[in-house]
């Protein structure tokens, strides 16, 4: 029953199956494989292999095959070589003898897998039996190496340059946007794909190919990146980079490895980004400043997106839109300065209106553009935290640029608090507040902030200017959250002095109604009491005024009361704070005058005059002791601004010695009541603001040798450096300090022996 | 002969435990792999060739039982005992994550090989189509493809419909009863894999109606239970018997209508008359290529193909034979696949080809003694390596060669059959005496040395390696008692065994000086 035969006829079985495969595979090859009998090839095949004769069975199957791939190498590719030869193929601009070649190419390769699928049919058990013992590869991958070695990397023939020029070249026409057949490119490189470089155990593709693709490439953009830095203007440069980078990408899809694409892209990204990164942005009237001018949200967009596909791309944007921020802040400081140039050269005159509105236009500048570039962020740069970093660097730059910073931003908001909000909706008010509140955050000394904040917020309050108490709350609410408690419990108590007060003025009210009529004052007193240390006022410098007798005798009765109630407190009246309601009788009619304590007091000096007499400036300022500023400022109003209730000689806008003041009898007005409006000194004046910031200075010392007495509690002993640092830590929530100042402190601390050098430190 | 084998799958059972307990996961492979050892049995003590593993912290190994089957149920005793006996948090981790029914699925071939008919019948050849109305909108029907023979195979009605009223259809419209197009092919389902798929429970009264249409009453039953006991142990055992029933029906579609009843090999079991009756050929020649014409139960094969075997012609499906065999997956759908419907496979016996087919068609196969060492050739050449071990299992289970002994063992070197090669090693040492002057003995011993190529002096022969363990184990030699330099028992008191043994040992260095041969 065995089957098995033995050695003795097994040279001749051999050499008889062999002829028969042999001439099988032949068949194969030449397709005619229709008239085969698998069942019998296979039979063949499996008693060579058990016959102890795979190996040469094996070889002999790499011969013919072998044979076979030379003819069809010298039969068939060679005669379909490009024309010219590879180096000149370029003579042959649409490249049809290329594509005919890949077409050869891609039918002998088709034709040998095919026969290679047959021919692994047959020798399955080959397979299965003798390739696994011998270490060997399996036929079809033995096809595949021999396919390799004798078509695409032949010894004999230069198929794999022209294979790789005309695939170079086909590439090379697509891009030049010729219309090429992928079909024919593909199925090459799927070949190239499939084939196995022996040595590195890659494909022949990354072997052979990529490579020198990948140097094309890189040469082509090259060239057509200088060509186009040239020729285009920078959203033409950026589209045609997207383009190239999009259909690179569709290239790899359709017809390259995958593995390719990262390699091509970089390449590309290498070529047309990061080498002209500069010269895009720099480019003149289309490069990225002219984008930001003309608000190109679409070209900023690409723009980022380009970049930042590059290292230092975004990175040159940032610090490109940084300068130019820069740059136009500094033209926003710069108007404002020859402004207030002007203004200087006009403070002789008076004109202090100019003064605010120089401040508003400043925040209201910095505020658009601070909104031109949240837009640009929010459209083009997809709110990259980086890019606000960098903005928030430069508007932080340049507002401190600016020493008037402070004072301008408390203008603003005292502006919008006062009139801007009355045709607002609350939600618009909430909306500049909050803008205001960016601002604020750049400033760095926000302690000279709050004091200009607690100067307006006085007047507003006091004044009765403030439009809303929620939108007054608001805003303490919104600098609480960005400064902490500490920063706004002084501007609390300004609140709440005033609500503490109008109770104060009812229960004044019962007391005078419980008083003889005599005693009663023959005016109605309304007096706020403010804690002095929430208030801005200087108690010492606490203006003189003579008050006429009336109402002397109605403060001194609050006085009597308030200090009857409070034992052990001190009133001190700050007249130049105050408003007073009287009545005037002119020719045509009567009026009710809204003025300020001062003007009070120089109107009733006219009372005592006949019709036609007149007051010199030296007179009023004699008997009112009103100081000079501020007489200057309260007769101002009264006779230059819209409400004219005295008349001056001689006329002008300016207030001087000698003039002559006359009661107007002829004024007439529409309304009955009229509000004769202080003009208000809005910025300071030079010396006012030495003042002020000599103030800040001392207030300062004080904040900085709090801070150190503080951290000395805690720790006991530390060094100087990491004292200063602690204490610019604590501090710079509030303003920068200087380290010089804080040595000072320091040494001054010392001095009063808060502190003490630690025994053995010099 | 059925005895045999069951005493040999003990054997077998007995080495996977041990195997398993020791972490040599080369032998837990071919236990597995080639001799089908059970891998959810358990010994006398309960333990389950998993639990050993995972008791004696063998990671690899527990991965391999798993994948190739093993089962490890959280609600099962043996199932718990593997979870708490696992002897690191790893294995645990793979005990707790490993799907049971997944792992069964994807590892059993043959199961696996129906279920993909099924799931893939539009390019697995199927040769039938159901259409079906959809309840909902008379108008649309839904088609669905099987195969006939499966059908035939598994239910009595089928094989009724597709033997008269359907013989011809090539699509069915079943417009008696609405189906459920899911009723429909869980149906197949079970059908095709014995699974018993879950219902959703408002398509129940659709499904009894639907096996009661079919006649398949016990499926009926199963479904008309209201409180199914869906438990993972119960399913478990209802899926066992329904894959018994299964494969029995298979092999009794092969048997009976595939062969015509026909008998190759005469087993005391078979009655002689019968035997007789079956051996003439139930067809008439036309002409060499030409299909047959079959007559009797064979003409209802619902064939499409037919191999002829010298004279005798046997009627295939190709779903089947293509599946189950790359040999006539390549003859059938490779490019060598031809129109003409008949195939001959030369030099070879109809009785052995019966054989592989009932292989190929029922995954098992009695191999009477006689022919084991042919199927085994034949297994090897058309590449069904389960055979070959089924082949291999029956030549070792025997006690004396069924084979030319030097024939047995040049095989088993050929074809790379460990079991048969070690059966014959110890066949040789038990009897060395006899063959010690035999020509052929000492050609074996010269091959076997030749088999390593370039071989150097300290290279040993593999055949005389064996040789020497198997004496050992024949004459009780323990074997710390043995010299490691010279091979021999080199103690003070020396035992008569071990006497004899080394008195063979200097046989055997002898012939190996004879031959100018140095191990």
Redo the contacts between chains.
Sequence with gaps: MSSRRFQNSADAQFTDNWDRLAQAIREIHKKNASILSFEELYRNAYNMVLHKNGDKLYNGVREVITQHLEEVAVAQVVPAFPLSGASSSQTNPNGAGGANFLKVLKCVWEDHTTCMLMIRDILMYMDRVYAKTANVPLVYDLGLDLFRDTIVRSQNYPIQNHLLDVLLQQIKLERENEIIDRSNVKASIDMLLELTDASTKDTVYATDFEHRFLDTSSEYYRVEGQMLVGECDAPEYMKKVDKRLNEEEQRVRHYLSQTTEPKIRSIVEEELISKHLKTVIEMENSGLIPMLRNEKMDDLGRMYKLFGRVGKGHDEMKSAISDYIRELGKAINETVTSNSAAEGSNVASGDKQTGASVAIRWVQEVLDLKDKFDKVQNLALSNDKAFQTSFNEAFEHFINKNPKSPEFISLFIDDNLKKGLKGKTEEEVDNVLDKTITLFRFIGEKDVFERYYKQHLAKRLLLGRSVSDDAERGMIGKLKVECGYQFTTKLEGMFNDMRISSDTMSDFKDYLDNKSVLEKPKLELSVTVLTSTFWPMNLSASPRCNLPAELTKACDSFQRFYLDRHSGRRLTWQSNMGSADIRGTFKARKHELNVSTYQMVILLMFNDLQDGESLTYEQIKGESDIPEADLKRNLQSLACAKYKILVKEPKGKEINPGDIFFFNYEFTAPLQRIKIPTVASKVETEGERKETREKVEEARKHQTEAAIVRIMKDRKTMDHNNLVAEVVKQLQSRFVPNPALIKKRIEALIEREYLERASGDR | MKGKEDLNQDKNFQDLLVACRSGDLERVESLVRNFATPINRTDFWQCSPLYLACLCGHYNVVKFLLENGARCERKTFEGERCIYGALTPKIRNLLSKYKYSKAVDEIQPYRQFFSQLLERSFDTLSDIIFKLYVSTDLTKTVEIPAHRFVLYARSTLFANNFQTIWRTCKVIEIQEIQIHPSCFLVMLRYLYTGEIGLIPEDLTSNMIQLCNYFHLDNLAELYSVTDMPFTKIVTQERDKIELQKRQQDFTKFFKNVLLGGKKYFYTDSDDEKDYKNSLKTNNIQNGINEEPKFIGIQQFAQHDTCIRVEDEYFPCHKAIITGRS??FN??FN???A?AQHI?????LNPGIFALMLEFIYTDKCDIPE??A??VL??AD?Y?LDKLKSLASIVLTSSLEPL??IY?LRR?AV?L?IDRLEQWCSRWFAEHLNEVLEDQRFLDLIYESAHSIQKRQETDTIPFVDDLRYWLSKKYSVFEGDIDKKSGRVDDEDITAWEAEYNSTLEKIDQILLNLNLDA
Excluded: Q
Aim: aromatic letters at 12%; glycine letters at 4%.
């Design positions: 790359e040999y390549a003859m490779g490019p060598f031809k195939v001959t496979v030369s030099d006689s022919v060492y042919e050739i034949k050449m590449l084979e030319d024939v095989t050929d790379n």
